[in-house]
């Protein structure tokens, strides 16, 4: 719809050197205003904008800190899953907990996942994908969707209650989809082999076309891609460490979509999108380690983990409409998202002495062991949605949303060829929010002025707990009580340009994750309950301030940001007697951070940029429940983060590019548990390593085809990114594996754009 153009009110410069988007900020520039050094010889200048304000403006505009990438230019780099670029922006990062794609947590600001309820929203286009649950996995699981038809993806930093939402706290990530064509056909096909050290050959294979069905008015997206990891760890027998099975971490991943897109009018549009991927992975990534040294127990990339069955199943169907009235728009979508998780597990070397104990069964004839975790998240979501589209001092948007979810968690463990049940363990859960939200944005001059929000959410959420088996302690069925709050978060901003070439801004706003029933334990000796019925909202107040700005005729682009997080009640984890249940811990957290980044274009070939993020995340008092002591290092944050990468861009001939692009990447060390020392807590801080990976690209553009030879990890350095050590109960061992940094990779991707 054309004329929804009309009510930008802004424009930026983005400037896009060889084949990546590599700095997001320039000159701010007033609606019809020209720009006279868009003809300058030393840029290469094209136009984009976000809409990470839900409202269709330039980065420069927005007074927030967000990085925008083009997925494309991971892609050509053998770069194919969201942790590749959540990893590049500066203030974010993500762990990973089995090595394993779409299983994860992504954090921001040094606000990292602390329980299983996210801090951070997935969105595609409009609609949230992420559980509002602990129940469900909801901190570990998120979808992965770089390998659709993605225009671009937006991370947001910093917390985005008012316009997203409940577990919106660290930030947000949206991808934002092509549209599909109504006048023109547009396709793409890619293939990358690439060969992992020590590892298998992996295979990628993506393609869409899009096109359209009545011209002008109807168009038609379609998507697909398959993937297969050949993996690089391998499968060990704990008795001798023989190898059972090399490369047993290996991968498959396939999905495919549809978009369809009608202009049924030049004011209305309906769009309505379907998609499904599936993952499945035989063995964790996870190493075998044998002792806080780090020494591995095998060998380098050697694990006696079993192996067995894990799939991650993603669907999603939505509709949307966005009417255009004469002075706002009217959007609405409807939309059903759904994630299944399965994996199976042969435990009988850890649980069959018990199954044989409890069962009266002779040593040694409980021969498997196969334990089953069954997570799903159903989620209906509807958002109505009201934006201004004229120009004037005033901009304002205004919407509700409604959403229901029903959640599953079953686990269950038998000792076989018995057939004896062990464990039964189901825990359903229902989750509803209802929220008015809107914000307003007054111009005193068309160089400053200043945005207020609000949103007011209503949450309940049941939960259901029901045991079978001896290990769960015979057969219960509790209705665990019901929590039901009302929050409201806020959002106050300021945007000042003392020039064309910069942006000043200031930014306070809140987030929080909804109240949520507990799963209750009990002390074993006592029968005194030690866990909390409820785990209640917790909530996040930021303070920031930044400047954005471009220098030496739009050669140098530049963004720096300075901020405090006041992270009050934060849902956590408590383990009583060697069981985890969900908690709150009340002296809460503070975190001091900067960010900054730049970009500098020498000449017309040559460039360089690089970006660091710094976060002090500690806790604010002794926390007996989490067995931290005040001052402690948050898990999973890393203080210091460092991007640097330098590229070179040169022409063959009239139809041939090329390109050259060296980059180096550094991740601090992060705790991975808290310690103070009491023996009831069999967790052990054993901190992840430091690393920096150095990757190479080079590749050449001509006609309709593009090809790039690229080595990830090119020194292949050794590290291991997460570490899960845990006493065992009346021993002194410590039960210790480390998720590896990948090896070196080196692959070839090929493109044809028709």
């Known amino acids: 719809m054309n004329s929804k153009i009309n009510y930008l009110t802004r424009s930026i410069r983005i400037l896009v050197y060889g084949m990546s988007v590599v700095s997001i900020s320039a000159m701010a520039q007033q609606q019809g205003e020209t720009n006279e050094q868009e003809e300058s010889a030393n840029s290469d200048v094209e136009i984009i904008e976000v809409t990470s304000s839900r409202r269709v403006q330039t980065i420069q505009d927005v007074p927030a800190s967000v990085y925008a990438a083009d997925p494309d230019d991971f892609i050509q780099k053998g770069m194919t899953s969201l942790a590749d670029v959540v990893e590049t922006a500066p203030g974010f990062s993500f762990q990973s907990f089995t090595g394993q794609q779409g299983r994860g947590s992504i954090a921001a600001r040094g606000v990292s996942q602390q329980n299983d309820t996210a801090v951070t929203a997935i969105y595609v286009d409009d609609v949230p994908l992420t559980s509002n649950s602990g129940f469900a996995a909801g901190g570990r699981l998120y979808f992965d969707g770089l390998l659709g038809d993605v225009q671009r993806v937006e991370l ?175 959007d609405f979508t409807s939309s059903k998202a759904k994630y299944e998780s399965f994996n199976a597990l042969d435990v009988a070397y850890l649980y069959g002495p018990i199954i044989e104990m409890i069962g009266g069964f002779d040593p040694g004839s409980v021969t498997e062991a196969p334990l089953t975790r069954d997570v799903e998240s159903d989620k209906t979501v509807h958002e109505l949605r009201l934006t201004s589209t004229t120009e004037g001092e005033w901009e304002w948007i205004a919407g509700l949303f409604y959403t229901e979810e029903t959640t599953n968690n079953a686990q269950r463990l038998t000792g076989e060829p018995q057939g004896f049940l062990a464990l039964d363990a189901r825990f359903p859960s229902d989750y509803t929010e209802l929220a008015a939200f809107g914000n307003a944005t007054y111009y005193f001059t068309p160089d400053f002025d200043i945005t207020a929000g609000m949103r007011v959410s209503n949450t309940e959420q049941t939960l259901l707990w029901q045991t079978e088996g001896p290990l769960a302690g015979g057969e219960t069925m509790d209705v665990m009580p019901t929590a039901d709050e009302t929050v409201e978060t806020y959002l106050f901003a300021a945007r000042y340009r003392p020039s064309k070439a910069t942006s000043l801004y200031a930014r306070i706003a809140s987030g929080y994750r909804p109240a949520s029933s507990n799963l209750s334990v009990a002390d074993p000796f006592t029968g005194e309950t030690l866990s909390q019925p409820i785990i209640e909202q917790d909530d996040l107040w930021s303070y920031e301030i930044g400047i954005k700005g471009s220098a030496l005729e739009d050669r140098l682009t530049y963004e720096s940001s300075l901020y405090t997080i006041d992270w009050e009640n934060f849902q956590a984890t408590a383990t009583f007697y060697g069981v985890t249940t969900g908690a709150n811990a009340k002296g809460g957290i503070t975190v001091n951070g900067w960010e900054g980044s730049f970009d500098f274009q020498a000449n017309r070939n040559f460039g360089f940029r690089g970006s660091a993020a710094f976060a002090d995340s500690t806790l604010n008092e002794d926390e007996p429940g989490l067995f931290g002591d005040k001052g402690a290092q948050v898990v999973r944050v890393p203080e210091w983060t460092y991007n640097a990468a330098a590229y070179y861009d040169y022409q063959l001939n009239s139809s041939t590019a090329g390109w050259v692009t060296l980059s180096a990447r550094y991740k601090d060390e992060m705790s991975t548990s808290y310690d103070n020392g009491d023996p009831a807590d069999t967790s052990v801080n054993l901190k992840s390593d430091a690393y920096t990976t150095v990757n190479f690209t080079t590749g050449l553009q001509w006609d309709n085809w593009q090809a790039s030879f690229y080595i990830n990890n090119l020194f292949d350095e050794k590290a291991y990114t997460y570490f899960n050590a845990a006493g065992v109960p009346g021993t002194d061992v410590v039960d210790v594996t480390g998720i590896p940094l990948e090896p070196r990779k080196v692959g070839v991707s090929i493109s044809y754009a028709f």
Do not use: C, W
């Not at 991650?312 to 169907?317: D, I, S, W």
């Open 156 to 330: 947001i930093k910093g917390p985005q209650g008012t316009l997203f939402g409940a577990t919106a706290m660290a930030g947000a990530v949206r991808y934002i989809s092509n549209e599909p064509e109504l006048f023109e056909g547009r396709g793409k096909f890619t293939a990358d082999l690439s060969q992992t050290k020590d590892g298998d050959m992996n295979q990628l294979y993506r393609g869409f076309y899009s096109f359209p069905i009545v011209e002008g008015k109807v168009g038609l997206t379609v998507a697909a891609f398959t993937m297969d990891h050949g993996g690089y760890v391998d499968q060990v027998s704990a008795a001798d460490g023989a190898i059972i099975r090399e490369n047993a971490n290996e991968s498959e991943a396939e999905g495919f979509s549809g978009d369809l897109y009608f202009n049924a009018s030049d004011r209305l549009d309906i769009r309505i999108k379907a998609m499904q991927q599936e993952s499945s992975f035989g063995m964790s990534s996870a190493v075998r380690i044998a002792s806080l040294d780090k020494d591995e127990a095998y060998g380098e990339l050697k694990s006696d983990g079993s192996f067995g069955y894990d799939e991650l199943k993603h669907t999603l169907v939505s509709a949307s409409a966005s009417y255009e009235f004469d002075s706002a728009v009217l």
